[in-house]
């Protein structure tokens, strides 16, 4: 959305506006029926519908996230997580630098999910409160994937499927979900006796996907994203309205 606006009308809505939204996905696999830019597409169409609805800002979005697991599978780019930290938390100091202080990573991509938080952390030492919005995690959107699917799977699954498939169908390989849900993993990533394996996908799924993407729809798609906005805008209304006390760091212990 920003990249839309000259300099002068950012100078109006910057004035304006209390919150920046700043999307954020990958282009990593997402099995053989599902585009690369899955994850950027979602959180971007996201933000920015959101964006419009409210009168926030919201930046360009960042395409590449840490996708380091999904490399055997062609077309996968990823970034290090200290590169994308460094680069990420710059970004949200210069939306900071004109003078808006409350930050909403739009995250679109899993992987991304653990540095985004620290970065907030550290961002809240230097008085820019920012917090990390994942779709897919939101407890309203779990509950339709409750009522919508009986297989809910994560990693290009029929959520994302559903999603791809209403923003954007023609890049929904329908003829491939059949391969995607044979080759597909029951669960995303390798548990042994409580310890976390340091998986590659390429470890337990042949299609790349978790899960059955074959109940996935348009329609799903419509209440799946219709769900997420309404929660985010009313993240974002929350975080406009929240007095200076409840987001700054708190004084020291007597
Ligand atoms: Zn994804």
């Known amino acids: 959305m920003l990249e839309r606006y000259s300099w002068t009308k950012a100078r109006e809505l910057f ?23 899955t994850d950027f597409m979602t959180a971007e169409a996201l933000a920015e519908s959101s964006a ?3 009168g926030v800002i919201c930046t360009p979005i960042i395409p590449v996230g840490i996708s380091p697991a999904h490399l055997q599978f062609w077309g996968t780019l990823s970034i290090s997580s200290d590169a994308f930290r460094a680069y990420m938390k710059d970004l949200a100091l210069s939306v900071a630098m004109h003078g808006i202080k409350r930050l909403i990573f739009v995250n679109g991509h899993g992987g991304n ?11 809240r030492f230097q008085g820019t409160y920012a917090v990390v919005w994942q779709w897919w995690l939101d407890p309203e959107v779990l509950n339709v994937f409750e009522k ?36 597909a993993s029951e669960v995303f990533g390798i548990v042994k ?28 798609g419509e209440v799946i994203f219709s769900t997420a906005k309404t929660e985010l805008v009313k993240l974002i209304r929350w975080l406009a309205a929240a007095p200076d006390k409840e987001l700054q760091l708190k004084a020291h212990m007597p």
């Not at 999910?113 to 961002?123: K, T």
Request: charged residues 25%.
């Open 15 to 37: 004035r304006k506006a209390k919150v920046a939204l700043i999307p954020v996905g990958s282009t990593e696999q997402h099995g053989p029926h599902l585009p690369l830019g």
């Open 52 to 54: 419009e609805e409210t």
């Open 113 to 123: 999910g653990a540095a985004l938080q620290e970065i907030c952390r550290e961002l």
């Open 148 to 183: 919508l699917f009986t297989s809910r799977g994560s990693h290009a699954g029929a959520g994302e499927t559903s999603m791809i498939w209403l923003i954007n169908e023609e890049l929904v390989d329908k003829r491939a979900l059949e391969e995607a849900a044979r080759g």
């Open 193 to 220: 006796h409580g310890a976390q394996l340091p998986y590659d996908t390429a470890d337990f799924s042949q299609s790349g996907a978790t899960l059955d993407p074959r109940e996935a729809s348009r329609e799903a």
